[in-house]
């Protein structure tokens, strides 16, 4: 059964930083690129970063660049999310996901505010 659980979210000041995790499990991980999605108070979900099966490639959201970085650890099944910089349009629920799997997790709640 493939699962996902984000975690890692939680209220902080607009310009300071969270890091979240994705646990992964149920499939074969190191075979899957890995998305990281958001969906802010009454807008449509969007993709925020993308990485690569081995980790060497990655691509972001234009309003995340240079502030987000996405990594894994392939031997732990685990995505990650470093969100420096916050800004209050970054508030949003976080899930991660293999883009072509229809499963979702529960997603983690990050909330940008002073």
């Known amino acids: 059964q493939v699962q996902f659980v984000e975690s890692g979210g939680g209220l902080v000041q607009p310009g300071g930083s969270l890091r979240l995790s994705c646990a992964a499990s149920?499939?074969?991980?190191?075979?899957?690129?890995m998305n990281w999605y958001r969906q802010g108070p009454g807008k449509e979900r969007e993709l925020v970063a993308t990485?690569?099966?081995?980790?060497?490639?990655?691509d972001y959201a234009r309003s995340v660049k240079g502030r987000f970085t996405i990594s894994r650890d392939n031997a732990k099944n685990t995505v990650y999310l470093q969100m420096n910089s916050l800004k209050s349009e970054d508030t949003a629920v976080y899930y991660c996901?293999?883009?072509?799997?229809?499963?979702w997790g529960q997603g983690t709640q990050v909330t940008v505010s002073s």
């Open positions: 990485i690569s099966r081995a980790g060497d490639v990655t």
């Open positions: 149920g499939f074969n991980f190191n075979y899957y690129a």
């Open positions: 996901k293999v883009p072509t799997f229809a499963s």
